[in-house]
Structure formats: structure tokens, C-alpha cells
């Protein structure tokens, strides 16, 4: 069985694909993110995630020549055009709550496993729609403050009491919103013959 490698040093996504029951480890992409921020505009979310989720598995193709990898990235999107990054501190998730208060915006996931040896990949595209409530400044100081979501884009975490923060979520898959949609994953791996099943 050739090694499934997950490139991304997140705890979230290792602990989603821990529940596929497949085998594999992780590894730090060489890869930055943010240089490809002028790209979001011309490509449109959808394909700017792919191609951060390439970028990140295709840098760790060379030390991992006879294995799968599986990059993925998420871009949150909202309210308008406007890309959402992680916020780093406080008083920017601070803001970027304030301005997601009572609007809808987007999570977009992009997902590739890419044949190390071959070079082709496989990939799929997971979109959440989200809508927050219309809370105030106290509240979403209260809830950063409390739960630090400064890793997450959004600021807010679904797993903890940032729920709280939510109207309405449309989603086909909610680990999309995680950060590794398991639907879309699971049928990359079938179709590689990485798990069982048609």
C-alpha cells in the first residue's frame, strides 16, 4: 500500500481524515498561502482553493515521490467579493466578526490527491453557505475572547459555542465547514482504491 500523505499541519483536518479509518501522516507543505492573493480575483474562489490545494501537495511531491497526497485549502468569502484570511489577533477577528454580523457569506474548499508518481490529480470543490445572526460587538468580543478562533478564517469555530453565532448554515457536508470536507474526500480516495467500496 503506498503512504497517503495529508499535507497540512492542521489539527482539525488530521482529526477529520483520522475518521476515514485510513492510514496515513502529515507533513508541512513549502508553500505560501498568501502569495497567491492576487490570483483570488481572476480566478474566483472555487478554482483560487484548487489551486492553493495543489500548490500545497505538489511541494511535497519530490520527498514523497512514490506516494498520494492530499492538499487541501479553504477560502472564506463574504460578505461580497471580499477574501477572508485568519485573523492572528484578537481585535482583527474582532472586526472580521462585526463585518460578517448578519450577512451571508461563503466557505469554499478545495480538495486534490495527487498522484505523486504520476503527477495527475484528482480534485473536487465543497461550497457552505453561511448566514450569522445580527449580534453585537460585546458578544463577538465575549466569544473571541473566551474560545481565540485566531487560527480560523471567519473567526469562529462551529465546534465550540461560535454556533452561537450562526442563523442558518446550508451545507451538503458540515466537516466542509471544518476544514476537509469528507464527503468529497472519501470519493477521492475510493476512486484511487485508498478505501473500499464502489
Request: a negative charge.
Amino acid at each position: 500500500m503506498r503512504n497517503l500523505v495529508l499535507a497540512s499541519t492542521s489539527r482539525y483536518r488530521r482529526e477529520l481524515l483520522q475518521r476515514l479509518d485510513v492510514p496515513f501522516f502529515t507533513a508541512a507543505p513549502a508553500y505560501d498561502e498568501r502569495a497567491e492573493d492576487a490570483r483570488f480575483g481572476e480566478l474566483g474562489a472555487p478554482e483560487f482553493a484548487l489551486r492553493l490545494a495543489l500548490g500545497k501537495a505538489e511541494s511535497l511531491r519530490s520527498a514523497n515521490s512514490d506516494a498520494w497526497i492530499l492538499g487541501a485549502d479553504q477560502v472564506a468569502v463574504g460578505p461580497g467579493p471580499e477574501l477572508l484570511h485568519k485573523p492572528g489577533t484578537e481585535d482583527q477577528a474582532i472586526a472580521q466578526l462585526m463585518r460578517l454580523s448578519g450577512a451571508t457569506f461563503q466557505l469554499v474548499t478545495g480538495v486534490v490527491l495527487l498522484d505523486a508518481t504520476s503527477g495527475v490529480s484528482d480534485t473536487a470543490v465543497d461550497v457552505q453557505t453561511l448566514t450569522m445572526r445580527a449580534y453585537g460587538e460585546d458578544e463577538a468580543a465575549a466569544y473571541v475572547r473566551r474560545y481565540q478562533p485566531l487560527d480560523c478564517a471567519g473567526s469562529f469555530r462551529i465546534e465550540d459555542a461560535g454556533i452561537k453565532l450562526f442563523a442558518r448554515i446550508d451545507s451538503a457536508d458540515f466537516t466542509g465547514i471544518i476544514g476537509l470536507p469528507l464527503l468529497a474526500v472519501a470519493r477521492l480516495l475510493r476512486t484511487a482504491g485508498l478505501l473500499p467500496g464502489p
